[in-house]
């Protein structure tokens, strides 16, 4: 047995067929106090070979000789070899014999499962999806399948492919693992747990490695309701009533959860024809909504804006569009009502319409979706109002008193009427001149109603007032 010290003991190389021509410093040290003689007998294969081989060096005490070991990989890369390719450099001295072993070693996937199937509480006939990656480390691509019972609720996508290889970084010896993104759907069709075995196959079927991962979910029953903010009963439409256009209102209700899992809904409104086709034609739902979506919110309202600014028939606004109901808690949602004038046709011949004919009737729908549950949590609000225009009229017109004395009066009545039949009309009557009073100067005319007030006209001076 040689006293040399060689370093490294053993040389190997990974992943060898991506290196190309590779240079390897080997040193070799007596640690002796005596001068020894050392040769070399080079590698016998074609993938190894020693720059300048020294036939014969003799080496002082504590010095050290370096060579340096030459891998041709571009060989290897074209050759049948598939696991490694071993040879050995052979270091003699007088005292003993070296065997350095040479070994180049083919690159081989590294393949490793990043995630979980752990679903925790689902609400009742929902659907919940869980991503998980394969993760390559390895410089070798390698297929994978995935199984699982038919008789379980879940599937993955996709169920078989290819991982890539993991790529070189910019530094040497730098890698940069490759993933493959797998999505999991489990459907939760009755209450209880559900549990079972996803098994991955790395490899091919004859010889691939098969790891197995454990989904588990619990299916609990999950119901919302709409309540009254004020009194706490249930809502089964909101219902403004008769309006003056220009009026903003405000209602609230109140989304409760009745269940224990943290919801997150979103609220589409518009017309009942606009609402019943996205019944028709979104069958999923808020189940297939991302709730992680952080442009939902700004998707909904500008849809909403752009749909009320084109038709001028949306007076309603619903604020907030989308938030989280925690579990057994409530979410407020205020609505408003703002109905828009109707507008006046131009021109010589145009008129001043009746408050009964510039009426208008708004009626729409609120469709509330919860993320992640089935279709039949969906809730519908209708809403409905009615914009009226402000009827007041004063007969007479026009008052004439004559002559009246100074500092002497007269007194003449107009009668107010509100033609709006159904709200009242508040007036507040201002003079023109210090000489004229009204009384009563302010009040309330109900709807369809008149009420008398007494015009005095008291003059001071003289001349025309």
Known sequence: MTSLQVIPPI???????????????????????????????????KYFSVFNLPQSQKLSPGLELAVEVIFHGELLASSDIREQVQDKLVIQSDNGNYELILRALLP???????????????????????NFKLVNHGMQAVPFRVEWEKTCN????????NVPPASMGNEPHLRVPSEVSLCATLTMAELGTASGDVAVTVGDSTSGEVRKMTFSA??????????DSTSGALVKEVDFGPHYFGEVLHRSIVIFNNGPIDVKYLITYGSMGEIKVRLGDDKGGASSNDPEDPYADLILATRQKLRSKATNDNPYTFVPLSSVVPAYSKAKVSI?????????????SSQLASPESAARSFEGLALIEFAGCPPSSRM???VKGRGMACGFAA???????????TYGWADQLVTFSNTNPLLPVVFDARKASPYFDIQPNHGLIHGGKE?????RYEPKALGNH
């Open 380 to 382: 519908k609000l209708p």
């Open 395 to 405: 007969s007479p017109m026009f008052l004439d008193f004559g002559d009246v004395p």
């Open 11 to 45: 040389l190997e190389l990974h992943d060898a067929t991506c290196l190309g021509n590779t240079k390897t410093t080997v040193l070799v040290k007596n640690p002796e106090s005596r001068i020894r003689t050392v040769r070399f007998r080079p590698p016998k294969t």
């Open 451 to 455: 009420q008398q007030v007494l015009v």
């Open 336 to 348: 408003e009502f703002a109905p828009k004038d109707v507008p006046n046709t131009k021109g010589f």
């Open 108 to 130: 081989k996937p590294d393949v490793r499962l990043v995630g979980d199937l752990m679903f925790g509480l689902l609400p009742l006939e929902s659907k919940a999806s869980k």
């Open 154 to 161: 879940i599937s993955v996508e996709p169920s078989s492919g």
């Open 218 to 227: 619990t299916a609990v029953s999950q119901t919302f309701e709409m309540l």
